[in-house]
């Protein structure tokens, strides 16, 4: 049986925390795309971490993690990941990843680079990790897959050739200093020696553990409005966020995919540039910003501070549903509870129209809130771990956002830790 876990807004709902949690009864975890650009931060008995490309069921014992097929493997930081699990005496873990996974070259680094320099100002707040030049090598067809560093000629002849594509660009376009063919080669070998011991053919080891009855987790990296084709087109990612990508970038059949959970997080963050409709300015937002996540709303790999807003109801609707989400996990609950009202956004207004449906990019640009305020509950709800105990001016919010989401909420997160959740009935 699997189980997705996907983020239904724009990442950071805390997907890191339900999948650490959900993965006590899992076999495997496997991320299935995204790379090392975005992290997810984790508590548990071994302390805190930042994970950016393990999956986060690394720290049981009992599973397996993946590293699929549609994951743009960055190797020396899988190691050097690896390493700080080890450091912190997180030990003998399963690791697999995928001969079919693509590498991230140095030089994707470096265009990622110089293209945020080359466009200044019109950047795309990229996280500078190679993950958009990675994508576009990899359906450009001139991509490295993990198993062709096991063929050290056939190696050789393409990276020569690569070498010289890129050379012209880095010449003519970016006059930048050139790359060398053999030192490009020498760091293909030194990175088949990293990998190796973890190679496999994760696709077949998945397909017969599931024949065999065994539990599997798919975790997404960022959320729904990150997706190249439904997200807030360009300021997205560059691999598909949507559970049902999981199925080809993990190598399974897509009708294995049987639950769905989608995090939403009871108020909005966005990091990076795009379009952003509740988004709130000014103290109000500083205040969130400092209350929120476990320790202020700054990005796990960049630092950068989240952009804030109100709980979008639109996007998170249509975030749940081209998720395909057949249940949600509201996070990061407990933050709002210094607050006397809480916005949600319920419609945009786009040129004097009441919409409900999220729109394309062109006219999401043109789009202003409509709130409709709900009582704060002005206390802490960390601690509590049954429904009923929630204050009812709590309970209110759940409700109404449930409602507005049309999928039922069965988990609500009021802490960063792994035992802070609280189940409902469906
Ligand atoms: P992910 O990428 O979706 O895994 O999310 P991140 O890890 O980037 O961001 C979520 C942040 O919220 C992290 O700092 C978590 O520790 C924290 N967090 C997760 N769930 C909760 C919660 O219910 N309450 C609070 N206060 N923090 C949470």
Redesign the pocket.
Known sequence: MVKAIV?ANW???????ITDMLAEQADFVVRFQGGSN??????NQYGKFALHLLP?GVFYNHTTSIIGNGVALNIPYLIKELQSLTDRNVLDRKILVSDRAQIVMPYHILFDQYEEERLGGRSFGSTKSGIAPFYSDKYAKIGFQVSELFDKEALLDKVEHICEMKNILLEHMYHKPLLNSKELYETLLSYRDMVEPYVADTSLILQNALKEGKNVLLEG?LGTLKDPDFGIYPMVTSSSTLAAYGAIGAGIPPYEVKDIIA?VKAYSSAVGAGEFVSEIFGEEADELRRR????GEFG?TTGRPRRMGWFDAVASRYGCRMQGATQVAL?????LGYLDELPVCVGYEIDGKVIKEFPTTSLLSKAKPIYEILPGWKCEIRGISEYDKLPEKCRNYIEFIEKQLEVPITMI????KRH?IIHRQR
């Open positions: 983020g990442g950071d709902e805390g997907k890191g925390k975005a992290g997810h931060t984790i508590i986060s990296q995090v929120g996540g476990d320790e796990v996070t990061v609950l407990d933050v997160s009021n802490g960063p802070e």
